[in-house]
């Protein structure tokens, strides 16, 4: 679903970025991809998505390059910021339904997907107010909808739990093996190590925009835990 | 005064952006910001020639005594309208409140601090609106050391008054704002009142105050034409007739003549000292207050349960162009910003109904005569059209949203051709408003007239569109506190008034072609703006929006 191959991006007038990165990620995978602060996540995360042009190598989304058909790509997947910076001056309503004219979604597809995600993440009733109104956890609900309203076949998030109430982070779960079950795959970025254990069945580690260790969840845990990797990893690898 | 000294700092530290071009290490923010410096400085030296050519016009026709009564007037205005705009988002700022209602500080030294900002910013609207019409003045008319002396104090006592008058006025401003439930309709609505004000103010100072007709300037009482010389005669003497008239209407004008042009000092001292204690008790007034005031003026938002109905789905240029309607039409200082130009159409178009376009030139550009005045007015449509254009700070204003429009699956052009499209949306009213109310003056325009007063302004407006969109995308300004940096004070924004002039300067050819010649130098005019327009409009589209931003 997801393959990159020697990706590279560097800032300008930086030394900052990614280097030489490559990865698979598979249809039906949860893949989770840490890293410290830095380390060059959300770098990846927005070159894979069409948002970051890169400097070197290849990303391909189920087989189309996203340097060569960014719109076609763009439309197979979906992308949920570390921050939901969204429109504000739309109500959550709004929000949905452009995105939704946006993907070209069906009315009555919409109206039956937006019916159900917001009544399950608890916000439907809030729907109607303008987003500036919205707390952080809100607005994380209305992304993450947002980003479900075209049934994506590859979902890319970066810190998705960040800012959810407990129940919300439960339902992501839910919804994160349902999807997945459906077969889309799933790519994200967390700093939470026991879910992404509990969760995933593949992980990546980079360390200063270096992979240092990538492959199947029981391969690279084995028999310790998921946070004495990390830690051991990025403490070590140069 | 500790406390005082501190907040003050930390509300200029960052003035006009200096302190973060300093600091910046992104090598095109600190471009981005070095092309700013550059265009503000740019159009205080224009403003300054401006104001100096006007001075030495008032010489020039005999009246040079009006300057130091009429500027020092225009300076109290213009700080005015500006402060009260302003006094929302700087006095009574809502933002910082919680943060700074936790510091163990009262609120006064703050809103002393933020008062003080005020006045250094109305005291350098003051030295540009004052200083290079008193050096013209006082070379023309060597009024002794006392007046030059005078000057520095002038621009720092002038201020005072106007500051303390804004800051009564905005709270009176932010109150209302703050009650509405249409709150953007409010601020625009107001900005409205008091610019509109403003300019009927300063046009009883400018050329305007001496209008008469056409005829009276240009032939003698016999009705034989005036030679050039004698026209300007006739026009020195209609002018002094004139302010002799409005000295003797409004005594105080003349003594308040005096205290700017070196004459009484002491009663320019008095001014000054008058306007420190009404600042002062306006400090304490406000500042004991403050933070009392700032909770009440906050937004408040309310929540209707909401239940899912029927929704509509549009194509994909339609929603685009919605959302920049919603957008624009969320952001009071973005709508008051460039409404004001189509507004100004619609004005002009009303008062081509019953002035001669002679007339309404003078009223405007300080142009008491004209060769061919009817075959400018198709220019004087379009200029406020080129004022402020939507698209210069449409790109800027995605701020940190930028990354929706990125991630989206939707291509460059359907997103530049959604914001020159909805400035188009924007004008069309107004440019529609203006034709319609133009029909009734048509008999002065003739057929060819007719077509030029339909096509230029329409010409112009698509040429600011695109041109302000350009501006933006080689200016793009996407980290921002406030919509005042991207609406007021960025790049793209101050670039984009130059196309005032690519409007000014052919109408200012066209006023001086001869009448059998006008139609072909518009022709030629609109001919080559429509080129220029496709010409950035290509350039635009070929320009990928995943390059913008970082």
Known sequence: ?238 | MKLFCAFFMAEMLNFAGINVYRYTTNPSDRKRRKALMWTVGVLIVIAIAYLAGMAYGYERFGIGRITPMAFPLIAVVVVFVVGALRAGGCLYRTKDRELLASLPVGSLPIAAARLAKMYVIGALITAVVLIPPFVCYGICHNPGILFWVCIPAEVLILPILPVALSAWVGIVFCAIIARMRHKVLAEVLIALVLVFGMFLVTSQFSAGSFSVSISELTHGEDGAELSKEQMNERIAEKAKEAISKLEETVPALTTWRSFFSGEKPVGLLLFGLASLVLLGLTALAIGHNLFAITGRLAPVAYHREYKLSELQSSSMTEALVRKEAKRYFASGVYVTNTILGPFFVVAIAIALLFFDPASVLSKLGNLPIAMNPTAAVPFLLAVPFCMMSITASSVSMEGKNWWIVKSLPIASKDVWNAKILFNLLVFAPFYAASEVILLFADARFGVAGRLWVMAVPLVYAAFSAVFGLFLNIRFPKFCWETETEVVKQSAAVGLSLLAVFAAILPGAAVLIVPEAYSSLATAAIVVVLCFVTALLYKTICAVELRNLGD
């Not at chain 1, 679903?1 to 039906?28: A, C, D, F, P, Q």
């Not at chain 1, 399950?120 to 309203?149: N, P, R, T």
């Open chain 1, 1 to 238: 679903m997801l393959v990159i191959k020697n990706l590279t991006k560097i800032y300008k007038g930086t030394t900052k970025g990614i280097s030489n990165i490559s990865l698979h990620v598979e249809k039906g995978d949860i893949y989770a991809f840490i890293g410290h602060n830095g380390a060059g996540k959300t770098t990846l995360l927005k070159a894979i998505t069409g948002i970051h042009p890169f400097d070197s190598g290849e990303v391909k989304i189920d087989g189309t390059d996203v340097s060569a058909d960014p719109l076609e790509v763009k439309r197979r997947i979906a992308y949920v910021p570390d921050n939901p910076d969204i429109y504000e001056f739309m109500t959550g309503i709004q929000y949905l339904n452009f995105t939704a004219d946006v993907f070209g979604v069906s009315t009555a597809e919409r109206e039956e997907r937006i019916a159900r995600y917001a009544e399950e993440f608890e916000i439907a009733g809030s729907l109607g107010d303008l987003i500036s109104g919205y707390s952080h956890g809100m607005k994380q609900k209305l992304v993450l909808i947002s980003a479900m309203i075209h049934e994506p076949k590859l979902l890319i998030m970066d810190e998705p739990f960040v800012g959810l109430d407990p129940k919300a982070a439960f339902l992501l779960k839910e919804h994160m093996r349902k999807m997945t079950a459906g077969g889309c795959a799933i790519f994200f970025s967390t700093h939470v190590l026991d879910v992404a254990e509990k969760l995933c069945n593949k992980v990546a580690i980079i360390k200063e925009g270096h992979l240092v260790t990538s492959g199947l969840m029981s391969d690279v845990v084995k028999e310790t835990s998921l946070e004495d990797i990390f830690l051991e990893t990025v403490s070590d690898a140069k």
